[in-house]
């Protein structure tokens, strides 16, 4: 059996239909940037997401820099991020001019561990990042109160988590303003690079929809020196095609992990993902702990199974951060979950055998 670590083949057949005719309107149309299907995906998007605004922009990394931006956060300030992020939670910070400032995430969930918080805030430090990492939603709760007791900005990376919560409240709805990302292997994603800010403040998505195009507000006329990152018209058409689906992807992907947790239980010294009371999981990403990861993902390659390492460099041991003076063993939890952590396959659509199949192999594996 071949089981890639991810496919659209089940997706796509299902809107297949959809996103052609989308695509057709599209061309037939005539009208191809900040038209009439974004600003549908948009208003689409905020509905869902439970906040009153939603700005499409070119992808996730600019959605996190203009969320940044459109705070005034900027050279000599700090903006505090998980350790264990993935690196263009730190490279929004610094295309801003600010620093970015690392704080450990809990073993048990890998997401930013509010306890470790306080101890990175100083008189430079203007916002928190939470990432939502893998689909788990952050302890928002505890974020929150932190960020109020200090006056600082909440940003959530929420790239990968479309529709977790937190204590029924929906992850992207917390902070000042939020960034999401619509890659095509997001659960919500494109067919090519998209993003998108989402914020109650009418002035923050106000100022966000001048950034993303020149500064303007209106043609020819620059208010600030803004960025060219809006959202396609095109891919604004096909997210609306699939946000109407994502809800029963979502328990789908839930479904899949259950399976996954119900068969791996007890093998060898994995441990399995854990949810943070009040949280909920919608499994952007499956991941398991080994201190065999390297052998086990060369098995089951040689078994037909695909796997990936989320991430093998923490983006304090990055080559791109080395003038911040970091090393190994500064951040130990966070290398040791880099060291340690392999991503199964997971997609909408897969079927228990196939589940049933990479978990048999990696019990042969243990065994």
């Excluded at 990376?157 to 902070?175: C, E, I, V």
């Excluded at 991941?287 to 990936?308: C, F, V």
């Amino acid at each position: 059996m071949q089981i890639p670590f991810l496919s659209f083949e089940y997706q796509n057949q299902i809107i297949r239909k959809d996103i052609l005719q989308t695509f057709e309107g599209f061309f037939d149309s005539n009208w191809y940037v900040l038209g009439e299907r974004v600003k549908n995906f948009e208003k689409e998007y905020a509905n869902f997401n439970g906040v009153n605004y939603c700005i499409g922009v070119g992808n996730g990394l600019d959605a996190l820099h203009l969320s940044l931006k459109a705070l005034n956060i900027g050279s000599g300030d700090e903006v505090i991020i998980p350790s264990n992020t993935y690196i263009a939670t730190a490279l929004a910070v610094s295309y801003t001019g600010a620093n970015p400032v690392f704080a450990e995430p809990k073993i048990e969930t890998y997401n930013i561990d509010p306890d470790r918080i306080e101890s990175a805030i100083n008189s430079k430090t203007k916002a928190i990042m939470p990432v939502h990492l893998y689909g788990q939603a952050c302890e928002m709760d505890a974020i929150m109160a932190i960020a109020k007791k200090h006056n600082l900005f909440v940003v959530e990376d929420n790239a990968q988590a479309h529709g977790a919560a937190y204590k029924g409240k929906l992850t992207g709805s917390f902070g000042q303003v939020n960034a999401t990302s619509f890659y095509p292997g997001k659960n919500l994603g494109a067919l090519g690079d998209a993003g998108a800010i989402t914020t109650n403040d009418e002035k923050i998505a106000q100022r966000v929809m001048r950034l993303r195009n020149y500064g303007s507000d209106k043609k020819y006329f620059n208010e600030e020196i803004g960025f060219n990152t809006r959202l396609d018209e095109c891919q604004a058409g096909f997210l609306s095609v699939k946000l109407k689906h994502l809800k029963d992807w979502t328990r789908q992907r839930q479904q899949i992990a259950q399976w996954y947790n119900e068969a791996l239980r007890g093998t060898g010294d994995i441990i399995l993902p854990q949810i943070a009371p009040g949280a909920t999981h919608v499994y952007h990403i499956y991941l398991i702990r080994t201190r065999k990861r390297d052998a086990l993902q060369s098995w089951l390659s040689e078994n037909g199974i695909g796997t990936l390492i989320h991430y093998p460099v923490p983006p304090h041991l990055q080559k791109a951060y080395h003038d911040l003076g970091y090393k190994k063993g500064d951040f130990p939890i966070a290398e040791e979950i880099a060291d340690t952590c392999l991503s199964l396959p997971l997609w909408p659509g897969m079927k228990e055998n196939e589940v049933t199949y990479v978990a048999q192999k990696i019990k042969i594996f243990f065994k």
